[in-house]
């Protein structure tokens, strides 16, 4: 597979914000942008291996952490007996749900540090009321939004399933 130094570049700076946010490797990193910039029908292990300069090793353990991770996903044709890996559709939508959960979490227990500091520490909580305002008002605006996208995702899906 040809890559042009741009797509080089890109892929490069994908994978760096992936290796930080989904917390993998920087090989795994560099694949997943590597199948994110890709054809939707895949690319095989070779491919990969070919494009990202790796050895066979390494992208093979790479390739089955994101596979096991669910970032990822391969199929076979008939006949021929490679597989085609290519991003997980929409790993996106459940990686959205884990954070709106966790966004839940936080939006409690910030709630409860607020409660707490207003009955045991009022003179605190005065002085410091409206961080833990401006805090709540953050996450509450920030899971609503994660909430419409979750929204519009799986209306997406549901549309594509019923065609």
């Known amino acids: 597979m040809e890559i042009t130094k741009d797509s080089k570049q890109l892929i490069e700076d994908i994978g760096i914000r992936m290796e930080e946010r989904l917390h993998i490797s920087p090989l795994a990193s560099r694949i997943y942008a ?9 690319l095989t292990f070779e ?3 070919e494009t990202i300069e790796a050895s066979k090793s390494s992208t093979s353990v790479n390739v089955n952490v994101l ?6 996903t391969f199929y076979t044709k008939p006949g021929d007996r490679k597989r085609y890996f290519k991003v997980a559709k929409y790993y996106q939508l459940e ?3 884990l954070y709106n959960q966790s966004l839940t979490r936080e939006i409690e227990l910030v709630e409860k ?3 707490y500091n207003k009955a045991q520490h009022p003179e605190k909580f005065a002085l410091e009321e409206s961080v833990g305002i401006i805090t ?3 996450l509450r605006k920030t899971q609503s ?3 419409e ?7 997406f899906r549901k549309n594509e399933k019923e065609l």
């Not at 590597?34 to 895949?42: E, I, K, N, Q, W």
């Not at 596979?67 to 990822?72: F, K, N, P, R």
């Not at 996208?149 to 209306?155: A, C, E, F, G, V």
């Open 34 to 42: 590597l199948l994110t910039l890709s054809a939707s029908d895949g």
């Open 47 to 49: 491919e990969i291996r």
């Open 67 to 72: 596979t096991q991770l669910g970032y990822i």
């Open 95 to 97: 990686s959205l749900e």
């Open 113 to 115: 540090i607020n409660e």
């Open 136 to 138: 709540q008002d953050y």
């Open 145 to 147: 939004l994660v909430q």
């Open 149 to 155: 996208t979750i929204q519009s995702l799986s209306q």
